[in-house]
């Protein structure tokens, strides 16, 4: 891999104007330095810059959406019959070697304390970016391991559990604080916090509450929300014939691996003509033989399978007609068109508003409308991915840091 790796950055034309960090990257990835390093040697040196920039570093060069990003704006692409450098596989080579190797260098221990709820990639970064500020850090997860949607929404084969392991050693040995197996909003509430001498809760819970399509038959036995289905793939038996509901890079996440679970027929239906995953989503479930029908409206769920109302759009992708309703046989169905946060923090807590649509309601700099309450990540943008929560929680983490400097406690 590494003679590979070294060819393709030898590809790179060190652009004076490079799109692929200005135009194709959410965080900014200084992407020819990042190359020029690593070439003239000092890898390291590479991949501290990569890891001060983003923490994330690792699990970023693995899922985020390369083809409509740096990969997608990188010139050697552009050209006829060209091809992409390929930037991810160079930035996981780096920010692997590097990992294990990081001896991350704290400032003084300022005696302020921060709760982090919420252990996934606005949690990790928060708790990174403020520990390095010399801040007392305590995470708190409701699961039994650290990741958040990373490790309970990512299938393995896109990104190993090993990596997100080393992550929490890594944080242990930062002096952060794990609380395991702890729901703030339940046993805890917020008020208690700020009682035990928190100083400043940031909250990054995620959206775990599957978006229902509100059809007859939901709650039947073959019938299961995607995000319950990824978090533990092993407890479902889910049969040979498979019926995914949505289109999107999540549920091809789902499909894929209901595929490696012995399903031998799975079907994505969409509602749509247009399609929300990625192109190259979409030729890793071709290969792994998948089906794609377009245009079928959920109807309602039965024993037997989905029923459908296919919909005839024009070429514009405006809907024609719709045709009569049509039983698509099969073991199971999965639902998978998105997801909303959980409101359990939200209803143990005075004066933390929220949106219409639950999720919690904050400025630029993730201030909510609870003084000393920061939040960031997909429970206040939605779900996205992993390199927009990292991009926007390390603005929060500065503005928390700000916070504890001119509080008089």
Known sequence: MAVHVINEARRCLQCKKPLCQLKGCPIKTNIPEMIRLFLDGKTQEAGKMLFDNNPLSIVCSLVCDHENQCEGNCIQGK???????????????????????????????????VAIIGSGPAGITIAVKLAELGHRITVFERMDKIGGM???????????RNIIDRYQTKLREMGIHFRPNTTIGDALHLDDLFADGYDAVFIGTGVWRPRRPNCKGESLGNVHYAIDYLRNPEAYDLGDNVAIIGAGNSAIDVARTVVR??????????????????????????VDGIELQQGMAIKEFTEEGPIFTPRIYDEQGNLIREEDPVLMPADSTIIAISQGPKD??????????????????????????REGVFASGDVVIGAKNVVLAVNYSKRVAKAIDEYLKAKKF
Do not use: C, W
């Open 79 to 113: 050209r006829k019959e060209g091809a992409a450098v390929q930037i991810p596989n160079i930035e996981n080579y780096i920010s692997d070697s590097y990992f294990d190797r990081i001896v991350l260098e704290k400032a003084p221990d300022t005696g302020k304390k």
């Open 344 to 369: 359990r923090i939200v209803s143990t807590t005075h004066d933390l508003n929220v949106s219409e649509y639950g999720l919690i309601v904050t400025d630029e700099d993730g201030r909510t409308t």
């Open 261 to 286: 679970g012995g399903a031998r027929h799975v079907t994505l239906y969409a509602r749509r003509q247009r399609i929300a995953a990625s192109q190259r989503e979409l030729d890793y479930a071709a």
């Open 150 to 160: 990373m490790r309970y929404g990512i299938p393995a084969f896109r990104l190993p």
